[in-house]
């Protein structure tokens, strides 16, 4: 069935994470379809329409001109262009800039309609063993402020926990994770649909050992059992300062 691609509306179109054969066939369709396509990171969205024989147009649409562009492409769109939104991986909106320009078009009356596809945090999530049943999504934790706070909030948090990290931080992360809420059954997942895709499965006192002997490449998904679920609970607040104001910001998605 061909996609239908209309004027002034905005696609939120999901790209693969890792293997280019898990685009979509209306993913393709209308990303050759449309007027523009926002991207997060244009050389990697180049490459993907180039691997596929697309030439629509690119713009970027990052953290840094968010507010600028977003403006902008609301215009394109309310004077009857379409345009495709794509992320640099993965599914548009989930710890990316996506969201600004959303909402936007949203409050503008722009029709915004989804072409759903890969997402890591879905990828991570089934594979995992943990329950998912029910689940909440933290993205990328702080860095630093209120990072402690928010570790200490997962303590009773009874659903399955995922989060987004940086390889550069996930040894700190795993660590602050087993002092806040214990030596709960956690998973880590890397590279997911890429030739070296891993996922380590264990306590999170074993997966912390597992990284300091071999530290993991590539972005990452950590999953904890919530509180209660496989018989586990979270340990009292423990005494301690907080040492966030030492890292440095860094890594992403």
Do not use: Q, W
């Not at 696609?11 to 890792?18: A, D, R």
């Amino acid at each position: 069935m061909t996609a239908e691609v209309h004027g002034g509306t905005l696609y939120v179109v999901s790209t693969p994470i890792g293997n280019l054969g898990d685009i979509t066939l209306r993913a393709l369709e209308v990303l050759k379809g449309v007027d523009l396509v926002a991207a997060e990171d244009t050389r990697t969205t180049g490459n993907l329409l180039r691997h596929f024989g697309i030439d629509s147009p690119l713009v970027s649409f990052h953290s840094h001109n968010e507010t600028r562009r977003a403006e902008g492409l609301v215009r394109e769109l309310c004077g009857g262009k379409s345009v495709a939104l794509a992320t640099d991986a993965g599914t548009p909106g989930v710890s990316d800039p996506a969201f600004a320009l959303v909402r936007e078009a949203v409050a503008a009356g722009v029709p915004v309609v989804p072409v759903p596809g890969a997402s890591a945090l879905l990828a991570a999530l089934v594979v995992s063993g943990l329950p998912t049943d029910r689940f909440v999504f933290e993205g990328f934790l702080p860095t630093k402020k209120g990072r402690r706070s928010k570790l200490e909030r997962l303590r009773a948090e009874e659903r399955t926990v995922v989060i987004y990290e940086s390889p550069f931080r996930v040894e700190r992360t795993l660590r602050d994770l087993l002092e806040a809420v214990g030596d709960r059954p956690a998973v880590l997942a890397r590279e997911l649909t890429k030739k070296f895709e891993e996922v380590r499965r264990g306590s999170l006192s074993e997966l912390l050992a597992g990284v300091r002997r071999r530290a993991p490449k590539g972005e990452c998904v950590i999953m904890v059992a919530g509180a209660g679920r496989s018989g586990v609970k979270g340990p009292e607040p423990a005494d301690r300062e907080d040492d966030d104001a030492d890292d440095e910001e860094g890594g992403g998605r």
